[in-house]
């Protein structure tokens, strides 16, 4: 498709469960993007990739968040032993450096 | 600390009438920035942009105004519509991030 795709839309998982989630940017976006966005909040940067480089992961809450992009196109967020707090929207989000970014319709995580 | 601020978390306007947001930031270093809108379960979808070096950019209903000195910019929609209901999100770049920042968004509500 011609947007950012991301998968899956929604995930429930157990606490303590591990869980990947994927985002395929548009085709020749360099810059990638993750974020999350709890209930009534907007969105909250997590980490950030040009190509196959992460550029910043200041925004990762903690060691259990982890993010690549191997190949400098499709990238995966990982959360190990998922906690209640996690639960939010993860949004993925594509551009070309210092452009606008697209977003895609997001993960909703619910850790039970 | 927010460096960019929606002190409004709802606004509610009539059809016909102008929809005012406003966005506030503290960062000097921030060079361009963007609204962006949000409809339920969808990916956020970029609107409208300015850069620092100018003080407003228009583009059909939508115009957005700079006011570097005091640090404000604000989302004008005339003449507004039901389907502009969404929640509406500044964001900016610059300084020595590479990342968008995000305030925690506006609800905006137009009444037919």
């Known amino acids: 498709g011609a947007g950012v795709s991301q998968s899956p839309r929604y995930k429930v998982a157990k606490r303590g469960q591990d869980v990947a989630l994927r985002c395929d940017p548009i085709?020749?976006?360099?810059?990638l993007f993750w974020y999350q966005q709890a209930l009534g909040q907007g969105p909250e940067f997590l980490t950030y990739f040009q190509n196959e480089a992460q550029l910043d992961k200041s925004g990762l809450p903690s060691d259990r968040f982890f993010a690549e992009r191997p190949e400098g196109s499709v990238s995966t967020l990982k959360i190990q032993r998922t906690q209640q707090e996690d639960s939010a929207v993860y949004l993925c989000?594509?551009?070309?450096?210092?452009?606008?970014?697209?977003f895609g319709e997001g993960s909703r995580l619910t850790v039970l | 600390d927010q460096q960019v601020k929606q002190n409004s978390p709802s606004l509610s306007v009539q059809e016909g009438r102008i929809s005012i947001l406003n966005c506030d930031y503290t960062?000097?270093?921030?060079?361009?920035f963007l609204w962006y809108k949000k409809y339920p379960a969808e990916g956020p979808t970029f609107l409208i942009s300015i850069s620092s070096i100018k003080d407003k950019n228009e583009d059909g209903r939508f115009t957005v105004f700079l006011n570097k000195s005091a640090k404000h910019l604000s989302l004008h929609i005339v003449p507004s519509q039901p389907g502009d209901s969404a929640v509406y999100f500044c964001a900016a770049f610059g300084g020595s991030q590479g990342n968008l920042i995000f305030g925690k968004g506006t609800k905006l509500s137009v009444k037919p």
């Open positions: 960062n000097s270093m921030f060079d361009y």
């Open positions: 989000a594509s551009s070309f450096p210092r452009g606008e970014l697209f």
């Open positions: 085709s020749g976006h360099v810059s």
